[in-house]
């Protein structure tokens, strides 16, 4: 089992920044190693959307709304993940979750109860 806590959401204008960082705690027996740990984003009224994602190796995924703008990040003995954010838009308001899935699946299992990011134009 992982369990996932994120912080770092505030509100922002249009342009500036904010980081990210969600720390995973793993039970006894279980691998941090063997799990994608990923940010989703869900903006009001619609639904959640997979916003990057990082393998314990490194290897990334981003949405084409953020490339260039977002980078993930894992830091794997402080068993954390971060999400900068550069370049702010208003469209990018939306509560961001943290998310891990294993390896050997598509689906996401492990959530964090997510942080809301506000950007005002």
């Known amino acids: 089992q992982v369990q996932l806590v994120e912080s770092g959401g505030g509100l922002v204008q249009a342009g500036g920044s904010l980081r990210l960082s969600c720390v995973a705690s793993v039970a006894s027996g279980s691998d941090l190693r063997i799990v994608v740990l990923a940010w989703h984003r869900q903006p009001p009224g619609k639904q959640r959307e997979l916003v990057a994602s990082?393998?314990?190796?490194?290897?990334?995924v981003y949405a084409d709304s953020v490339k260039g703008r977002f980078t993930i990040s894992r830091d794997n003995v402080k068993s954390t993940v971060y999400l900068e954010m550069t370049s702010l838009k208003p469209d990018d308001t939306a509560v961001y979750y943290c998310g891990g899935r294993r390896l050997t699946s598509s689906t996401y299992i492990y959530w964090g109860r997510g942080t809301q990011v506000t950007v005002s134009s």
């Open positions: 990082i393998s314990s190796g490194g290897s990334t």
